[in-house]
C-alpha cells in the first residue's frame, strides 16, 4: 500500500533546515523529520497545508548534527527520523516536550555510499538490512517496511 505522503513544515528557526513529512496510510500516520541532501533541493509545502508560527513539533535537532562531529565516535550521519503521529503531536508550549521515543532513524553509511535504516529498538531488527542510494527511497522503504511490521502486530 502507497502512503499519500505530504510536506507539513519546514523547522529552519535553527541549523540545521529540518523538513517535517507526514506519510499517511488508511489506519496510520507517521512523521518523518528530515534534513536536506544539499543546497539544491527544493521542499514545497503540499497544496493545502498552512502552518501555524506558534506550533512547536518535537525532534530534537542535536539527532542531525554532521558527521563532522561525530567522526571521533565513529558514528553515521542522521538524515531522518520517524515517529508515529498519533505519539507525537505538534504543541503550542515549547517547555512542555512529549515523551515519545522514534521508530527508527536514516542514517549515511559514506562507507557504502547508501542511506542506511536504523531500528531504535530490537522489535524491529529486520528493517537493518534496508538501505537505498537516495535518501527519499531509503525514507519510502524504511516507513513502508515498518508500517508493514506493525500491521503484523511486531513491537509496539
Not at 7 to 15: G, R, S
Not at 90 to 118: F, G, K, M, W
Request: hydrophobic share 35%; glycine share 4%.
Amino acid at each position: 500500500m502507497q502512503p499519500r505522503i505530504l510536506n507539513v513544515d519546514i523547522l529552519d528557526d535553527k541549523e540545521p533546515t529540518v523538513y517535517v513529512q507526514k506519510h499517511i496510510y488508511s489506519d496510520r500516520t507517521f512523521q518523518v523529520f528530515r534534513k536536506s541532501t544539499g543546497p539544491d533541493e527544493r521542499f514545497e509545502l503540499s497544496p493545502g497545508i498552512k502552518i501555524d508560527p506558534d506550533l512547536f513539533w518535537d525532534v530534537s535537532i542535536i539527532l542531525f548534527d554532521t558527521a563532522d562531529e561525530f567522526e571521533e565516535d565513529d558514528l553515521r550521519e542522521i538524515f531522518a527520523v520517524v515517529y508515529s503521529d498519533e505519539d507525537n503531536p505538534p504543541r503550542y508550549d515549547p517547555e512542555a516536550h512529549n515523551q515519545a521515543e522514534p521508530y527508527l532513524s536514516i542514517a549515511y553509511d559514506p562507507n557504502v555510499q547508501r542511506y542506511c535504516c536504523e531500528p531504535a529498538t530490537m522489535d524491529f531488527d529486520d528493517l537493518e538490512s534496508i538501505a537505498a542510494p537516495t535518501l527519499d527511497e531509503a525514507i519510502a522503504c524504511a516507513v513502508d517496511g515498518l508500517y508493514a511490521a506493525l500491521a503484523k502486530g511486531e513491537g509496539r
